[in-house]
Every structure is written in C-alpha cells, then in structure tokens.
C-alpha cells in the first residue's frame, strides 16, 4: 500500500519550478497591472517589489557551502505541508493552509540586550546584511520523524558579530511574532505565546547555527517560518524558531515556550540525542519523510563532529 | 424485519467508509508526507469513535424506547474490534516493522502505549464471545458481566491518546467528555435502580410504578419528544418526596 505508484507523467514532461513560478508571477503581475490600469490607480514601485518578499521568488547568488550533506533532499512539497507551526494549528497540514495569514513585509526584527549596538532591523536590511548560502541539513523532530532541508541562509554569528554583545551576554533569547488576527493559533492557549526559544552564546556562534531565509534556492514559504527563521541542526525541530521578531541577547537563561508546557519533557538544549529518550517515546530511531523502514537516530543528528565539544563535561541526560 | 435487515446492511457499509478512505488514500499515494502516521492516527481515532458509538446504544434505546437499536450493537462493537486490531497492526507492522524487542520495550516502559495495548487486549475476549452460541454457553449475565470490560477498554483508549499529544489536548478531552456522559448516564441508571430495589422491599409494586413515572403521567405523549418525556419523567420524580414517608 505504501509502494509509490509510478506517476503517469514523464520526468520530462513536468514544468520545472521555475518555470512554473515565472509563469504564476507572470499573470499575477500582468493582471495586477492590468487591473491598475483599468483603475487608474498605479502606484510607483510597487510591481517590482511585490515579487521580492513573495514565497517562492528565487534567491541571488546563494553560495554552496561544505556543511551541507549529501542525502538525498526531502521533496520541496513535504517540506512545505508536514509542519510544526502551533500558530497556525497543531495539525500538521494546516500551517500550509492557514498560514496565508501572515503578513511578512514590513517586517522588523529587534536586536537588543546585552550588546553595544542595539538595533530594529528591517527584514530585508538584515537579509543583506552577510552573503546567502546554501545549507542542505537534515532535521530530526523530538517526535521521531527527519528530512533533509536545502535552507538559505546565513550564519548567526554574523549578525553577533555586527551587534556587538557585551561581557554579560550570556544567552539569545528569540521570540516569535505574536499576533492572534495573523496566526490564528494563537487564540487558543496551546502554549504560552509568544513562541520563545533560547541558545548559549556558544552555541549561537558555532558556524553551523543559521538564520534561515530561504528554502530551495527561494523565499521561505510561511509554514516554514518566513521572513526569517532559526536552523540549528543538531537539536530537535523545535528549537529552530520560526518568523522571528526579537533577538535579546541576555545573562540567563531564558526560558523556551517547550520548557514552560512541560519542562520535564522538554530541555533547554533538546540536543538529538538517540540515547536520552523523551520520557513517553524512545529517541532510539526516526523515520526518514518518504522513507519506510526507520532509521537510527544520529548522535547529535550526525553534527557529533562539529558540537559534541560544545557539552564537554555536561551530563546529557541531566541537561537534556 | 425486513427493514432492519436493510439498515443493518447500510451501516455496515458506512462502517466502512474509513478504511476504504484511508485505502483510496493509499493507493492514490495521497496521504501526505507521512503516510503511516496518518494511518496510525486514523485508524486509532476511528477505535475511538467506534467504542463511543457502542457506548451509546443502550443509552439511546433507553432515551428513545427504540428497542431496536440493540441489534446493532454487536456489529459497532465488532468494527470498534476491526480498527482496533488495523491500528494494532499499523503499529507492528508499519511502523515497528515486526521488531519484538522494541514493541516489547514499548509496552513495558511507554505508559500511553502500556494503556493502548492492555485496552486492545480487553477487546479480544468480547470480540470471541460476540457471537450467539458464545451468549447462550455463557449465561447472559456472565456474558454481560464479562462484556462490561468495554468500560475500562474505553477508558484505556482515550487514556492513551492523551497521553501521546504533545501539548493540544482537545481532541482527546472531547473523546473523554463524550465518554464521560456515557458512563455518566450508567451510574446515573445504576444509581436509580439501588433505589428501586430499596423501595421495592418496603412498597408494594403499584407504588413503585407511581413512584417510577409519576401519578399523572398521560399516557399518550405524541406531541412531546422522546428527551421532553424524560423530562417529564424527571419532574414527577421530583414531586415524589412529598408523598413518601
């Protein structure tokens, strides 16, 4: 029942993305110009810029980067309907749907704390603020299911390094937008909104931690946490926060919205550890999206190399 | 007779409805990007819905006097048996893939799977004694007796999913707020009867009949719903401390 069927439509025959997304941008702006003339109204700039932020605009110049993996990449469809997005429901396939919601320009992101130059940026100035790269990792959820995600992005200690953090900083605390009309969600008390997620300033500054602003070469689709996210591949899912609005590097630790629903369950650093079982599930084993058989659970999510001196001397099953 | 026969036919088919959804899904290579949890999910919520139908038979044919109701009792108590045993299925076979040490594991130390499975097990000795020859070699008080694991099966069952959410509990409180009305009205039914015995040991029949639906009860209540004449019902009931001694 779970052997694929194969698809009645060649390879070749199947318009390439973007083509396809040329084509889509193609009639929205010919007809909004349409419409704008029809009207009288046209307002300077505007069909430019409207495709710049739209989900699915390819992305320039994204370099390829060597902390990529080689596995065989997660299809862009699974990618953008299994979600975790609480703010737009806990179903999995609903952020796909009622994500549309959300209103990603203006968008601004506060960078403030302990740093000596606090800053609102605006989303597309943060964009620009070091050269985008492509990072293909995997991703392994708390609740045992992975795929492996071309991200676009670039490193977070590029904007700490910009910022400037002072002796007392610790900790980033990051926390999502919180807004009830835009991420319907929200008005149910699920979790205690705002969505908030933390990292040592270690851990921020290692090369693989990225703020993510695009998947697949274009614009992040909102389900997966537009404008801009935070990827940090070798803890579960969750820590990666989505639609960020605020940065506050801080002295404590903050505490995360997970550790708030059920902090025996849910750690601070939530490292993928196939040896620490979440206490109602074993963390031995993931399966793969479109995969079959499941797969064992990598330490660190396979990142082992790049991390594992982060937790020198931390007892993981303590500090899970 | 006749009739019945086919309604009975009809709701066996809608019974089935789920899994030839899930089944079209399947074949179709629809079922998202996880198929086997939507599987899982499905065929676990459809046990669910199943025991909560069954559950509410008996206190529907109370409410409604539609004594026929109870004839399709055994087949909704069967097909909650039939997903049941799908899901158990989905679980070894797609998702464990037959490794008994790890189902093992799972039982033993997974609280919500320890609840899921000792409720699918409840299941097996009322899905063998389902049948008629199974009711008469038991005695029907011994049959009703053992079938009343039902209860704890159900329990078990919305135990387990709440235990497995994350952290929206909804839909596993609906489960359990439905199942508690069911159980609720049997305690309630329960409760009644204690009381009946009781009076029954002091009072002769007749009064216990006034006693039971009130002395000016009409007879012939067309008009009124079958839940307003359990109203009635409750009114000339409570009317009744006046004239007791």
Known sequence: MLIKKPSDIKGSEITDKETYLNRRRFLIETSAAAAAVATGFVFPGHLGDSGEAHAGTKLDGVRKSPLSTGEKKTPF????????????????????????????????????????????YDVDELIKLSPLEERIYRLRCVEGWSMVIPWVGYPLNALIKVVEPTSKAKYLEFVTLYDPKQMPGQRRGVLDWPYVEGLRMDEAMNPLAILAVGLYGAVLPNQNGAPIRLVVPWKYGFKSIKSIVRIRFVEK???????????????????VN??????????????????????????????????????????????? | MKFLTWIKVIIFLL?????????????????????IEVITRSTGK????????????SPLRKITRLQWLIKF??????????????????YIWLDQFFDIMAIGKDVIKRPFITVGFSSFVLLIPLALTSTRGMIKRLGGRRWQQLHRLIYLSAIGGVVHFLWLVK?????????????????????AVWARLTQVVKFFSKHRPTDLRRWLWGPARRRSPEHLSPHSRLLGRGQARAGRSVGRP
């Open chain 2, 167 to 187: 952290a929206d509990l909804q839909r596993p409180l609906i489960y359990g707020a439905v199942l508690m009305l069911l159980l609720g009205f049997r305690i």
């Open chain 1, 77 to 120: 469809k699974d990618i953008t309907n299994y979600n975790n997005f609480y703010e737009f429901g806990t179903d999995k396939y609903s952020p796909a749907k009622k994500s549309k919601s959300l209103i990603t320009r203006p968008w601004t992101v506060a960078v403030e704390g302990e740093i000596s130059r606090p800053k609102v």
């Open chain 2, 46 to 57: 459809w046990t669910l819905i199943f025991l909560l139908i069954t559950l509410s038979v």
């Open chain 2, 15 to 35: 019974c089935l409805i789920p899994l030839g959804h899930l089944g079209w899904g399947a074949f179709t290579n629809n079922l998202g990007a996880n198929p």
């Open chain 2, 73 to 90: 009792r055994r087949m909704l108590g069967l097909f909650a048996f039939f997903y049941i045993c799908l899901h158990f299925t989905t």
């Open chain 1, 253 to 271: 630790q903050p505490k995360t919205a997970w550790e708030k629903a059920a902090p025996n369950e849910y750690g601070f650093y939530s490292n």
């Open chain 1, 274 to 320: 196939p040896e620490v079982d979440h206490p109602r599930w074993s963390q031995a084993r993931e399966r793969r999206i479109g995969e079959f058989f499941k797969r064992k659970t990598l330490m660190f999510n396979g990142y082992a190399d790049h991390v594992a001196h982060l937790y020198k001397g931390m007892d993981l099953k303590i500090h899970f």
